[in-house]
């Protein structure tokens, strides 16, 4: 692990497979809207489509769908079953204790999420966190989701922190992309078997970030 030049002053979090390994609980709500809609989407693969956007999983399996059925309709479904479900979601190692001991030391933190306002609220309230998180930025909220550089732009802005002095955790080359071209420093949370992520500091569990501040106090 290499260290950044100067103590960064802010954290920005993915959520999905950067906070919580939601991906199992996605993958059932997808199969769950197949089942109730008419679709046998018992062959996807498990990983199929992490880190995916929605729009792109829908016009990937649109034609197997119903051609009645409506985009709003499967997307209410999935997010639904997915906040009903949410309480299952699997903390990622390290994540809840990075985030506790980042507040702690009065380090601003924000998410910065690719999904729904209300997937991201239910996440974040499963790993019982909400209450160290001074905002998140979801979908909803932005024109543009990841890869561009709008979510982070809009972070950076509501902490009141140039980019540069912000640190964005990511799982995904779509996430690191969007936080790099909005001007933050990069760290990709790299998970065993996956593809090779592309950022400047590559780590292996959330609470090495802890480094970045806990060897120098930040200004």
Known sequence: MTAFDSPPKAVAWDVDG??????????????????????????????????????DVWVTLRDRFPASLDKAAWLEHIGAFYV????????????????RRLHALGIPQACVSNSERRVVDANLAALGVLDRIA????????????????PYQRAAARLGIPPADIVAVEDSNTGLASAASAGLRTVGLQHPGEAALHAAVIVATPVRILDFFERTPAA
């Open 135 to 150: 905002f998140s930025i979801a979908l909803d909220d932005v024109t543009a989701g990841k890869p561009s550089p709008e």
């Open 84 to 99: 009903t479900h949410s309480a299952e979601v699997i903390p990622v190692p390290g994540a809840v204790e990075a985030v």
């Open 18 to 55: 950067t906070l919580v390994d939601s991906e199992p609980l996605h993958h059932r709500a997808l199969l769950s809207a197949g089942v109730c809609f008419g679709a046998d989407l018992s062959d996807l693969p498990d990983q199929a489509f992490r880190g995916v956007h929605m729009d």
